[in-house]
């Protein structure tokens, strides 16, 4: 599988099925030869691989291990090179960014890799000037990085934090470390010491023993929240999790029509939030010509995640993949944004 990825050439010159009595692992170093598929201007940096966690939906753990985290050393070197190669954005990837560190601490007192320390040394990355983290659980955010990136200009302030819920019964069936309470409150607080954070978070609807007011009460919570960004499953059983073993209360045609209302609310607030860069002119890296039409040029904001967020499509003006542009923007829609350049 994916934890013996350094010996698939030797695996398929075997040709043969093996038997494992352990769970094979495989680690990302900063020398490991690499070849970014990524346009020449941005890259992802894995930091961890593996998961801590024990979400009852979730089978990350089963497939992926126990959380083994790089050291610190060897993250700042990869992103030293990839920035002499001409990266200027990079994405920290990982299962959860919080808990980065964690099992070196445990090993050796000494050890400094912490989420906060990462970003503090890649941010002194000098040619490094957007720096993304993807994927951070809520609890276990450090306040120190909040102040971090208020402070440090190429660090994002860009939250990818999945939440799933926000009813205590449901969060306490998913097997998540929070209340709903706890979450309000470091949503608050993000807001509090970084007042142009974009959160992006994520939900799961039709879980086992979701009932409509359950439902409702996640509906509640996010035209309260006014998430910038919100990504919706419905829920589907994974064989090897503690979600497998329920009893599937919520039938197929109820999640779809709870997934259905809750995008539908999200795109009232996405649009909403979008009409207020109408008039303002904004910083955008260029990507290239739009998915839509080779009229268009469609770039990114920093708070902009490629792929899974939306662009800003440019109808006027001339620049090259990898520029930096300030736009103007004169229109949106429900995800993107439309401007020229000025």
Not at 127 to 155: H, K, S, T
Request: charged share 30%; proline share 4%; glycine share 8%.
């Amino acid at each position: 599988g994916s934890g013996e990825f350094q010996n698939i050439d030797k695996i398929i010159d075997e040709g043969e099925k093996k038997d494992f009595f352990h769970l094979p692992t495989y680690l990302q170093e900063d020398d490991t030869p690499r070849v970014n598929t990524e346009p020449f201007y941005r890259a992802y940096i894995k930091i961890s691989e593996g998961c801590l966690k024990r979400c009852s939906f979730c089978a990350i753990p089963k497939i992926r291990g126990n959380l083994q985290s790089r050291k610190l050393e060897s993250i700042v070197n990869e992103a030293k090179l990839l920035v002499a190669g001409g990266v200027r954005e990079v994405n920290i990837i990982s299962h959860d960014f919080t808990d980065y560190g964690w099992d070196l601490r445990r090993k050796d007192k000494a050890a400094i890799e912490s989420p906060y320390e990462l970003l503090n040394q890649l941010s002194q990355v000098e040619g490094l000037e957007w720096i993304r983290v993807l994927y951070l659980y809520p609890d276990g955010l450090d306040p120190r990085i909040l102040q971090l990136m208020a402070e440090r200009p190429n660090l994002v302030p860009y939250f990818d934090m999945p939440l799933q819920h926000i009813n205590d019964e449901m969060l306490k069936t998913m097997n998540r470390k929070m209340t709903g309470a706890e979450i309000k409150e470091v949503l608050s607080n993000i807001r509090k010491l970084v007042p142009d954070a974009v959160i992006r978070t994520q939900f799961i609807v039709g879980y086992p023993g979701e009932t409509e007011d359950m439902f409702e009460e996640l509906l509640n919570f996010i035209e309260e929240q006014q998430f910038d960004r919100v990504g919706c499953f419905t829920y589907s059983p994974q064989e090897g999790t503690a979600g497998f073993k329920l009893e599937q209360t919520v039938d197929e045609e109820t999640k779809q029509e709870r997934f259905d209302r809750l995008m539908s609310l999200q795109m009232e607030i996405s649009r909403d939030k979008h009409r207020q860069f109408i008039g303002k002119t904004v910083q955008v890296v260029v990507d290239g010509l739009s998915d839509e039409t080779d009229l268009l040029l469609q770039g990114r904001m920093a708070t902009q995640a490629p792929g899974i967020d939306g662009v800003v499509l440019i109808n006027d003006g001339q620049a090259n993949p990898g520029d930096v542009v300030m736009v103007e923007i004169t229109d949106a829609h429900d995800y993107d944004l439309i401007g020229h350049i000025v």
